[in-house]
């Protein structure tokens, strides 16, 4: 008599579980250089803002980071990351974009031309629109620079005044790390700001047995404060995304 009451409690379930369809996971993915790449083992402390990124989001998305050291808007092009991206998202992902460091400096091979870097960051929008996933751009983050008087100079200005036009012209969400950094690093002052930085005394880490001063890559407090700015962004910018966001507040 049981078996018979559980099989048709089953049967009565049967057209309601049809309709139950596993939950597509969302993607984000994340195209840009060092300051946003996982990094190696050798190279800790110096941790990309990628890399805590991950950790702030619930089990209905999935970030991959395709960043990569040293890559320009060129370089991330030749090397298929971009195409990698093209082929894998699909309608409703996101693609977070992060370039201009390594594209600004005439001396390096990958750098790019003012117009190059414009049409780029056009081409990566249109083709990440074409896929139905939905572009966000991003400046170069700041690097940690002050002059005489402590006062914060920006060292992307170019390139990332093209980010933003491109942003208003295309009509995509954009992230201006470029400013926010400048900001923060201000707040914080001269001294205090290294703490966000990878900068080690002699001795202090065995990755770096001279030390290291480094003004462009972050410790792993600066990676999540960057990180935290991308996040505030997301909340406010894209709200659909931003419902996915870990509440630290429910209990698992």
């Known amino acids: 008599m049981l078996k018979n009451k559980k099989l048709l409690g089953l ?4 057209p309601f579980l049809a309709f139950i369809v596993p939950q597509k996971k969302i993607k984000i993915f994340l195209a840009g250089d060092s300051t946003m790449s996982i990094k190696d083992k050798k190279n800790y402390p110096e941790t990309g803002w990628g890399m805590p990124f991950v950790n702030f989001w619930n089990e209905n998305v999935e970030v991959i980071n395709l960043a990569k050291n040293g890559r320009s808007t060129k370089s991330f092009q030749r090397e298929n990351l971009w195409q990698r991206i093209v082929d894998e998202e699909q309608e409703g ?7 201009g460091h390594n ?11 003012q117009p190059e870097f414009k049409a780029n960051l056009e081409k990566f929008v249109k083709e990440a629109r074409g896929k139905k996933a939905i572009p966000v751009l991003i400046t170069p983050i700041a690097r940690r620079k002050f002059d005489a008087n402590g006062k914060v100079e920006g060292t992307h200005d170019v390139y990332s005044a093209i980010v933003r036009t491109v942003a208003a012209e295309q009509k995509v969400p954009l992230i201006d790390l470029d400013k926010e950094g400048q900001q923060l690093y201000q707040q914080l002052g001269v001294e205090p700001s290294k703490l966000l930085f990878n900068y080690l005394a002699p001795g202090e880490h065995p990755n770096y047995p001279t030390g290291k001063a480094d003004d462009t890559h972050f ?9 935290e700015m991308v996040l505030k962004n997301i909340r406010t910018q894209l709200p659909g995304l931003a419902a996915y966001i870990n509440d630290p507040t429910v209990k698992k």
């Open 11 to 14: 049967l009565v379930l049967l």
């Open 93 to 99: 992902d996101y693609v977070l974009i992060q370039f």
């Open 103 to 113: 594209d600004e400096v005439p001396t390096k091979a990958n750098a790019t031309t």
């Open 219 to 227: 410790s792993e407090l600066g990676a999540r404060k960057v990180a």
